[in-house]
Antibody, heavy 126, light 111 residues
């Protein structure tokens, strides 16, 4: 059974750096074709993909946020960490991590999110 | 990075069918058979209901179905039930610089 759970501060000040941790179980981020993504949702607004980290340690980021984002993994702890610098009130929202099947054993791309964390609300305010 | 285009809202009565469209471009929806759909109830995490345009995960009702034609994907919900009232998001692989992209979301109201 795959589970994911986000943790981190509920409140950060403008210009500060946000660090969120996604702790997961039921899969290994060393397994070929597996990825973990970070997705956020401002209050009342749509989902917004932030970035991926893949089994092979490759990373991909939302182009408009690439300069502010870092994603790392600790496979021994089954954790993925998102760091976002220079936080602004517009970054307020619920942040989710999600398990993604990138491709299958036949090397066919899949790219869907089959398991999600419960999300964590981050408010950016002074 | 613009979102895939979805109607802001749709509505239907119990028992009816509704369809939510998701329009992209030849660079994303039109190029890959990798559209997925997510259902999100208020205060909850999204749930996968369709992947690879038409596939339904185990445990998802067969009242949910997906299709794609050209640059537009669609989600159809048949036999509407009160519990279907939620927000629905499409998502597609886009490759290249964009990589992946979500739709703007559609609020389904069951009248």
């Amino acid at each position: 059974q795959i589970t994911l759970k986000e943790s981190g501060p509920a409140l950060v000040k403008p210009t500060q750096t946000l660090t969120l941790t996604c702790s997961f179980s039921g899969f290994s981020l060393t397994s070929t074709g597996v990825g973990v993504a970070w997705i956020r949702q401002p209050p009342g607004k749509a989902l917004e993909w932030l970035g991926f980290i893949y089994w092979d340690d490759e990373r991909r980021f939302r182009p408009s946020l690439k300069s502010r984002l870092t994603i790392t993994k600790d496979t021994s702890k089954n954790q993925v960490v998102l760091t976002m610098t220079n936080m602004d009130p517009v970054d307020t929202g619920t942040y989710y991590c999600a398990h993604s099947v990138i491709y299958d054993s036949d090397l066919h791309y899949k790219y869907y999110f089959d398991y999600w964390g419960q999300g964590t609300l981050v408010t950016v305010s002074s | 990075q613009s979102a895939l285009t979805q109607p802001a809202s749709v509505s239907g009565s119990p028992g009816q069918s509704i369809t939510i469209s998701c329009t992209g471009t030849s660079s994303d929806v039109g190029s890959y058979n990798l559209v997925s759909w997510y259902q999100q109830h208020p205060g909850k995490a999204p749930k996968l209901i369709i992947y690879e345009n038409t596939e339904r995960p185990s445990g998802v009702s067969n009242r949910f179905s997906g299709s794609k034609s050209g640059n537009t994907a669609s989600l159809t919900i048949s036999g509407l039930q009160a519990e279907d009232e939620a927000d629905y998001y499409c998502y597609s692989f886009a490759g290249g610089f964009t990589h992946v992209i979500f739709g703007g979301g559609t609020k389904l109201t069951v009248l």
